[in-house]
């Protein structure tokens, strides 16, 4: 088991927490290079379980992690797409509202183009506990690995995501008989087919 120290620690590399590491990286460089931000999953994937083919999102592409705040960074999904060679087709389709899985696709590049911040995969929070001074004020966070390793930090941001909520109802059905559609992708292929 190991223990090290960061000011900023973020839990969970969804949009909220990428939003923050690039707010970070542009305006506070002396921060990003003490700015950890951990990932229970070994690569980032946007709503894993709903990337249905050819799903488009709800959301204006000008609302990315960065463009309200800063029209001008080179973190928006406009410089990915142009990254990506495809901006021409992406303009074509005459939509604000991008494909999921591109979005999906835009924030695996945000993380990998951040320079200062650091992201690591395969990094489950299983605890966190308050830490206090010698004066009984907190100090700041204890934050427990799933594999016992530790992080120390004075600032923690959770981005969690949201949990999957089954009303009562179907509380007394089978797992195999429910899918929720946060694991649709990756549980749907498990459903006989021979059944109504």
């Known amino acids: 088991m190991a223990h090290r120290n960061v000011e900023l620690l973020a839990v969970g590399a969804g949009p909220a927490n990428l939003a923050l590491a690039v707010a970070v990286e542009e305006l506070a460089p002396e921060l990003a290079g003490d700015t950890l931000l951990i990932e229970r999953e070994q690569d980032i994937v946007w ?5 249905l083919p050819d799903a488009l999102s ?8 960065v463009t309200m705040r800063n ?8 410089n990915f797409l ?4 495809r901006l021409d087709a992406f303009v074509n389709l005459a ?5 999921r899985s ?10 990998d183009e951040l320079e200062t911040v650091q992201v690591e995969y395969g ?14 004020e907190l100090a700041g966070w204890l934050v427990t690995l799933a594999d016992g390793d530790t992080i120390g930090c004075r600032y923690l941001v959770i981005g969690a995501g949201r ?9 007394g059905l089978p797992a195999e008989r429910v899918i929720h559609s946060t694991q649709y992708t990756q549980r749907i292929a498990d459903v006989r087919a021979d059944l109504p």
């Open 71 to 78: 029209p001008t960074s080179r973190f928006s999904f406009v």
């Open 58 to 65: 709800q959301v204006s592409f000008l609302k990315d992690l």
């Open 163 to 171: 949990d999957a909520h089954v009303p009562a109802v179907f509380d």
């Open 123 to 136: 990094r489950e929070c299983a605890g966190v506990e308050a830490v206090t001074g010698d004066d009984g």
């Open 102 to 111: 591109e979005i999906s696709e835009y924030l695996q590049w945000v993380a």
């Open 95 to 99: 939509s604000f509202v991008p494909y």
């Open 47 to 51: 709503q894993r379980g709903m990337l």
């Open 82 to 85: 142009h990254s990506q060679k």
